[in-house]
């Protein structure tokens, strides 16, 4: 590895079936090198991703699954670009129907009228 690649950012891919990996650390508008199962590839990012967030590793199309772990974890709600953050303005759970309706920042419910 050089010394550029080892101060490049990284997200983690677990299943070469995923097209998605989780950020190691937070990365802005940048390159970061995917571990794991994508034998050290290299995407760029499109944006701001924080620590513990997915990004996409290839172009998925609205309606897509978005595979995680090898898992359908949920579907594309519109075309994600690689490098993209993918979170839940653009994915929708197949795990938790309830996160569907939840501030993408935040993580405040917006179907909940709070005094």
Known sequence: ???EDSAMKRCFQVNPEDNV???LEDAGA???TILGSSQNRTISLLEEVSLGHKVCTRPVSQGDLIVKYGVPIGFATRDIAT???VHLHNCS???D???NHLDVKTGVAKDTAYA
Do not use: F
């Open 1 to 3: 590895m050089s010394e």
């Open 21 to 23: 990996a989780t950020l």
């Open 30 to 32: 940048e390159p970061v």
């Open 83 to 85: 490098g993209a953050w």
């Open 93 to 95: 759970s197949r795990v």
């Open 97 to 99: 129907e309830r996160s």
